[in-house]
């Protein structure tokens, strides 16, 4: 009875969630560079570009695809 009983708690995670993980370690120092905001923008305009732009093209093209033979 006693095997049952552990293997239900093993299927319910009881003895999962009962582990206790060591803690991540992860340390951080100050930028050895900094970025200016008008870098910022920059970088934020590129991605705009790059991602929002090629979407935007095929929805608003949407209906030409459909009708192309």
């Not at 060591?22 to 120092?29: E, F």
């Not at 870098?39 to 305009?45: G, N, P, V």
């Not at 935007?56 to 695809?65: K, P, R, S, T, V």
């Amino acid at each position: 009875m006693s095997a049952l009983c552990r293997h239900l708690k093993v299927l319910s995670g009881t003895l999962v969630r009962s582990r206790v993980l060591p803690k991540a370690s992860i340390t951080s120092k100050p930028p050895k560079e900094v970025i200016t905001p008008a870098q910022s923008t920059i970088a934020m305009a590129v991605m705009f570009v790059t991602i929002l732009l090629p979407s935007g093209w095929i929805l608003a093209h949407l209906e030409d695809y459909k009708h192309k033979k």
